[in-house]
């Protein structure tokens, strides 16, 4: 079964730097995309970052030059690198990849999320 598994969240001051990290496990084929979403409190899920297997990087405006996302691929991880973090950035982060298993194609899977909280 592939499941993906998010650590890094807690809570750090404003203006503080909180790493991310996904991996993902079971019988994986390829990972086409991986990349972070954020849920803020009574907001919808967004893209944060994302990640094609060819390393070409998408973020959101509200992250750009703050966040790094980063992929390896022999560890089927990906890793979100937060600095400058604003209050605003607090919600729920979650993992999302692309994944070909042995049977199926481009199956979109999700993590369980992971709580950030950023304080002013």
Not at 27 to 45: C, D, L, V
Request: glycine content about 14%; aromatic content about 10%.
């Amino acid at each position: 079964q592939v499941q993906l598994v998010e650590s890094g969240g807690g809570l750090v001051q404003a203006g503080g730097s909180l790493g991310l990290s996904c991996v993902a496990t079971g019988t994986i084929n390829s990972i086409y995309n991986m990349g972070w979403y954020r849920q803020a409190p009574g907001k919808e899920r967004e893209l944060i970052a994302a990640m094609v297997t060819g390393g070409s990087a998408h973020y959101a405006d509200s992250v750009k030059g703050r966040f790094t996302i980063s992929r390896d691929n022999a560890k089927n991880a990906v890793y979100l690198e937060m600095t400058s973090l604003k209050s605003e950035d607090t919600g729920v982060y979650y993992c999302n990849a692309a994944i070909a298993t042995n049977s199926f194609f481009g199956m979109d899977y999700w993590g369980k999320g992971t709580l950030v909280t950023v304080s002013s």
